[in-house]
């Protein structure tokens, strides 16, 4: 029986972590996307997730194989955002750095990994969650959207191609 979860990161997955960043930014540079394609996200945003308790990992039979960070608003790159604009005002949670392993790919676990990501920030009292990814990244668009997300416009990023689709679920 495979045994599949998340889980709070810790210091000893960091080489797992970078590979999963090493194999996604691959696949982005294979797709002629210009996301993750110097060297962010590095060890140091890891370290700092670690540090902070938000970073996440998806494990497969004991082999961490996805990465993510699920931490509190507000995001100061999420004001302004150009297009309808996020709805309401309340605190929010967002999913930032989020990658699965190339072991995995095709496999359908990001949905489940971000539906746990989800599951954990309604259980933290959070109804408004937030997350973005590169224009020209349809694939994780459709993992975002089919996870009930809707697009709510473009923010900025302080990256060589700024601009991120944004989306937003609410939870009732």
Do not use: C
Not at 50 to 78: C, E, I, K
């Amino acid at each position: 029986m495979t045994a599949i979860y998340t889980r709070a990161g810790q210091s000893t997955d960091i080489p797992a972590i970078m590979q999963i960043l090493a194999d996604a930014r691959q696949f982005l540079k294979e797709q002629n996307i210009n996301q993750w394609q110097g060297s962010y996200p590095d060890q140091a945003a890891i370290e700092k997730d670690l540090a902070a308790g938000t970073n996440r990992v998806l494990v497969m039979d004991g082999q961490v194989v996805g990465n993510a960070s699920l931490l509190a608003g507000p995001d100061p790159f999420y004001l302004p955002i150009d297009g309808d604009g996020w709805q309401g005002a309340a605190d929010y949670m967002m999913i930032h750095r989020f990658a699965v392993s190339a072991k995995i790919r095709g496999q359908r676990l990001s949905k489940f990994f971000i539906s746990n990501l989800v599951s954990e920030a309604y259980a933290k009292g959070y109804r408004d969650l937030r997350i973005d990814t590169h224009a020209e990244n349809k694939i994780m668009q459709h993992v975002i959207t089919g996870n009930g997300f809707l697009f709510r416009g473009i923010v900025y990023l302080d990256e060589p191609v700024p601009e991120r689709n944004a989306y937003q679920l609410l939870l009732p």
